[in-house]
């Protein structure tokens, strides 16, 4: 058909124009939705294989660090069990006829590690100030069957510390085993103590050990030898109220740790042992600042506690059989388990409640320092019904001269 400009043609050719661009419109628009529509699939089709790759590739590396960890733990467990299978089943080394040297050793801890070694079948040397105290512990020593002498020197002293070395090589030809245990307590705030405090606690608690220790090292390691020294949770958290104590014992944590890392492999076996709280009957012999009667209350009390405390002969026996055994660190009582575990998760945390404590203890500064024996005077029967485990140990392990009879240490 022709379109013509007649009537109506005009009218004709601008509908069909207008049905054109109509028409063109819709075109663009449906290829439009159609070219949407394709690169909406498109994409949709490329995420879900995208999201289909991570998962895959989420799963594989779950698997993957599932079997590595798995795999450290069970390496872990294994260790673990293998050494715990290797202590079970390392036997204590033999030391009949061997001789060993126990500082601190005329009371408390020291007279029974002395005691638990002598049993072992050792020769064993203790080493005390007091000449008195050496003699009543040697006769209860020798009460038992042991082989033991008294050798009075003060640790403190440079000059004191050389000649007992001097005289363990002339007279008895050498240790075998040697037993740090010597130390000092004095509590209270830090502003009732004085510098001589500090000086006094390192030079028992540092200085003698270090001097005996680098003394008798070389004999030590001919003899494949021993070298135990008592420490104190004191010396990996600093306490309230027992500052010079806990700077001497942290130096001599660090020293035996040092020790122990750098005569590896040497012959020479060093084992840092780590007490809490024992009721060796301590409190009596030591000395309280600034209130000397609430000092000791709360000192007494908590050394007293079944909860917080340790029977001493037990840790006598685990000190030594753990020494014997190749044991390297002990850590004695779950209170200082815990506290040692907390410091090294937590020390903010530790240092923050270490303050809530010195908070709540006494805070007078102006008292004249006494001996527990002295404070306890001012006390009354309650706290004496709370010590009383404590104050039977003070009778027990030497602590009290003249309260105790020959061979009653261990005994009721």
Not at 79 to 92: L, Y
Not at 104 to 114: E, T
Not at 358 to 371: K, V
Request: aromatic fraction near 4%; include cysteine; charged fraction near 25%.
């Amino acid at each position: 058909m022709r379109w013509t400009d007649g009537p109506g043609g005009g009218h004709t050719t601008a509908a069909a124009a207008a049905r054109r661009k109509a028409w063109g419109a819709a075109g663009r628009k449906a290829r439009g939705a159609v070219r949407k529509k394709a690169g909406n699939a498109v994409r949709n089709a490329a995420g879900t294989a995208s999201r289909e790759a991570a998962w895959n590739a989420g799963r594989a590396a779950t698997r993957t660090g599932i079997r590595r960890g798995a795999a450290v733990a069970a390496g872990a467990a294994a260790v673990a069990a293998g050494e715990a299978a290797r202590r079970r089943m390392r036997r204590p080394a033999d030391i009949t006829g061997r001789t060993a040297l126990v500082t601190g050793g005329s009371r408390g801890l020291g007279l029974l590690i002395a005691r638990e070694l002598g049993r072992c079948g050792a020769r064993v040397l203790i080493v005390g100030r007091d000449e008195d105290a050496l003699d009543a512990a040697v006769a209860d020593l020798r009460g038992e069957g042991i082989d033991a002498s008294g050798l009075a020197c003060d640790l403190a002293l440079e000059s004191d510390t050389a000649a007992l070395s001097a005289r363990v090589y002339s007279e008895y030809g050498g240790v075998d085993i040697l037993v740090n245990n010597a130390g000092v307590i004095r509590v209270g705030p830090a502003a009732a103590m004085s510098e001589d405090d500090f000086a006094q606690a390192a030079a028992t608690m540092f200085w003698g050990p270090f001097r005996l220790t680098r003394a008798l090292l070389p004999e030590l390691r001919e003899r494949g030898g021993h070298v135990v020294t008592v420490t104190s949770i004191g010396g990996r958290v600093s306490v309230p109220h027992l500052l010079p104590y806990s700077c001497a014992k942290f130096a001599e944590v660090a020293f035996s740790r040092g020790l122990d890392a750098e005569t590896a492999g040497s012959g020479v076996h060093v084992t840092t042992v780590v007490p809490g709280l024992m009721r060796t009957g301590s409190h009596v012999g030591a000395e309280f600042a600034g209130a000397p009667g609430s000092e000791y209350a709360w000192f007494a009390t908590a050394a007293s506690l079944h909860l917080l405390s340790m029977d001493a002969e037990r840790a006598a026996r685990t000190i030594v059989r753990g020494a014997l055994s190749g044991r390297r660190h002990l850590v004695l009582t779950p209170a200082a388990r815990a506290a040692v575990i907390a410091d090294g998760l937590s020390p903010g945390l530790v240092q923050a409640a270490m303050r809530v404590t010195a908070r709540l203890l006494p805070h007078d500064e102006s008292g004249t320092a006494r001996t527990g024996g002295r404070a306890r005077d001012r006390t009354g029967a309650l706290l004496d019904t709370l010590t009383r485990l404590n104050d039977r140990a003070a009778r027990r392990f030497n602590q009290i001269p003249g309260e105790r009879g020959h061979g009653a240490v261990g005994e009721e």
